[in-house]
C-alpha cells in the first residue's frame, strides 16, 4: 500500500496467515481487521477495494490489518468455503487486535466472513465500527448484524452490481430493517468510484 506498510506473518488455524499493517501517525485509536474478497476467484489483501478500507481507516487514526486467507499468497492452507476463513479472521483479531476498540470490515465474500466474525465477537468485544462493502448475499448466507451495532454498520452496495446484485442484498437487510448505502451506476469493484467509496468510509468512521 505505501512504502510504511509492513508485511509479517503470524500463526493461524492451517498455518502461517500472511499479514499487511499500515500505522496512523499517530496513537492509533484502535485495530481495524480487513477482509478480502473470494480466495478462488483472485482475491488478496492488495485487492483495491481492500486498500481501499485499509486508507480510510488510517486517515481516520485506526491501525489497519489486512490479510490473506488460508490459501492465497504466503497464508498456508486451503480453502475452507467461510468456515476456516472465519477461524483465519477471530485468529487475526486475536494476535493483533489487543483489548482495545475494533473495527471491523469486509468487502464481497469477506465482507461475509466479517459478518459472522461480528456475530462471534459483539459481546465479548468493543466493537466500534463494521464496514461491509459488495457484501456477497447472493452466494453465501450472510449473518444478521446484531441490532445493537445497526447505528455502527456501514453498508455500501454499487447500484449495476452484476457480481452480487443488489436486491440480493436488500433482501438480506430488509428483515433487519439495515440501512444500506446504494452507489449510482456502482459495480462489484467500485471503479472509478474508489475516492467516493473511501470517502463514504471515512465520514461513518468519524460519524
Known amino acids: 500500500m505505501n512504502a510504511q506498510t509492513e ?4 500463526a493461524g488455524p492451517a498455518g502461517l496467515i500472511e499479514l499487511a499493517i ?8 484502535g485495530t481495524a481487521v480487513i477482509a478480502h474478497p ?4 483472485g482475491g488478496t489483501l492488495t485487492n483495491k477495494v481492500v486498500q481501499t478500507l485499509a486508507r480510510a481507516c488510517v486517515l481516520d ?13 504466503a497464508s498456508e492452507g486451503v480453502y ?20 482495545g476498540p475494533l473495527c471491523l470490515a469486509g468487502f464481497s465474500f469477506g465482507a461475509f466472513v466479517t459478518s459472522y466474525a461480528v ?10 465500527r463494521v464496514v461491509l462493502i459488495g457484501t456477497a448475499a447472493s452466494r453465501f448466507e450472510v449473518a444478521a448484524v446484531p441490532a445493537e451495532l445497526h447505528t455502527r454498520t456501514l453498508v455500501v452496495h454499487g447500484e ?3 457480481t452480487v446484485p443488489l436486491p440480493s442484498v436488500m433482501d438480506w437487510a430488509r428483515p433487519q430493517v439495515l440501512p444500506v448505502t446504494v452507489v449510482p451506476g456502482g459495480g462489484h469493484f467500485f471503479h472509478g468510484q474508489l475516492p467516493m467509496l473511501r470517502e463514504l468510509v471515512l465520514r461513518h468512521l468519524r460519524a
Open 7 to 10: 508485511i509479517l506473518t503470524q
Open 22 to 29: 499500515d500505522r496512523p501517525d499517530a496513537t492509533s485509536r
Open 38 to 41: 473470494h480466495p478462488l476467484h
Open 61 to 73: 487514526g485506526w491501525t489497519a490489518v489486512r490479510f490473506n486467507f488460508r490459501g492465497v499468497g
Open 80 to 99: 475452507d468455503e467461510g468456515r476456516g476463513e472465519l477461524d483465519d479472521l477471530l485468529a487475526v483479531v486475536a494476535a493483533q487486535a489487543g483489548e
Open 119 to 128: 456475530a462471534r465477537l459483539h459481546t465479548s468485544r468493543d466493537i466500534q
Open 160 to 162: 449495476q452490481d452484476d
